[in-house]
């Protein structure tokens, strides 16, 4: 018997190496193109805005209109008046709609539709029928609860230096974006089965919404926040008409009297909001929740 050799165990063929194809990168101009038109657009009325306030024909460049924002009568107390309403507005918005979708998720699916239809609809109403109608019911109701404890309700809630009507007319013009931005994050994550879970473990309701379900929607509070905090500061319709006089209703009666002051508090309030903008997106991108690993599964007849 003929001995074998290394040549005749080798394999009889093998497959030859495959080059990797070169594929030519296509040109990206186009994407420099529109990224540069669109800061363009975003950008020249701002930079115009900036010239409008610091030249002044005659005169050159002066900053008088920022100098002066400090100290204008109203400045201080319409923008505390602003953040304050925002900040019950967010509160009570976020009150109402993360326990309600939550529920939606572990109830009956076509409740799901019923919601998302109320919360809606403050988009086909115009602002202008809404507080048509607040101011109606306010002044009804002290004409017919004059004599009953209501009426300090309805004196209260259109206090000046805090008007609760506003917080609410706001929450309300806030829901559909609040919905949005957090249906968008539940969509994201298997509520039933964390609920499930951690009620197995001896959870609680409250402690379920609060320590499982909450971290897991932090991007989307905080999306959410940031879209009621730019309506609430930019809001100047429910404001205007109700007689009361927030930081946008001060803008407006600044600007027939001093128009460059007008103009620099805009851009001061633009600055504020990105800075605002800035603080809740780094508050949205926190770690997530550690999620454990499952235990290994036996497998039988192996230790």
Avoid at 8 to 30: D, L, M
Avoid at 183 to 190: E, T
Wanted: aromatic share 8%.
């Amino acid at each position: 018997m003929a001995a074998l050799t290394p040549a005749s165990t080798a394999p009889a063929s093998t497959a030859p190496a495959v080059a990797p194809v070169k594929t030519a990168r296509r040109p990206r101009y186009w994407r420099g193109v529109v990224l540069t038109v669109a800061g363009l657009y975003f950008l020249t009325p701002l930079i115009s805005s900036f010239v409008f306030t610091v030249h002044v024909p005659n005169q050159g460049l002066t900053f008088a209109a920022y100098s002066g924002i400090l100290s204008a009568d109203g400045f201080t107390e319409s923008l505390f008046l602003s953040l304050s309403l925002a900040a019950a507005t967010i509160a009570l918005a976020l009150l109402l709609v993360v326990p309600a979708l939550v529920a939606v998720r572990l109830g009956p699916p076509r409740l799901r539709a019923v919601v998302e239809i109320v919360c809606m609809l403050p988009l086909v109403v115009p602002p202008i029928a809404l507080v048509t109608g607040i101011a109606t019911v306010l002044r009804w109701g002290p004409d017919h609860f004059s004599r009953t404890p209501f009426y300090q309700t309805f004196l209260a809630v259109q206090n000046e230096s805090f008007p609760v009507v506003l917080v609410l007319a706001h929450t309300v013009l806030a829901l559909p974006f609040v919905h949005r931005s957090l249906d968008a994050g539940l969509r994201a994550v298997d509520v039933p089965t964390l609920v499930e879970a951690a009620r197995n473990c001896g959870a609680g309701r409250l402690y379920v919404i609060l320590r499982v379900i909450l971290p897991n929607l932090r991007s989307s509070l905080a999306g959410a926040s940031f879209l009621t905090l730019a309506l609430v500061l930019g809001e100047y319709t429910v404001a205007s008409l109700l007689g009361f006089r927030p930081f946008a209703v001060w803008i407006v009666s600044v600007s027939g009297a001093e128009a460059r002051m007008s103009v620099a508090v805009s851009l001061l309030s633009l600055l504020i909001t990105w800075a605002l903008l800035l603080v809740l997106s780094r508050a949205g991108t926190g770690s997530a929740p550690a999620v454990p690993a499952a235990a290994p599964t036996p497998v039988p007849g192996k230790e």
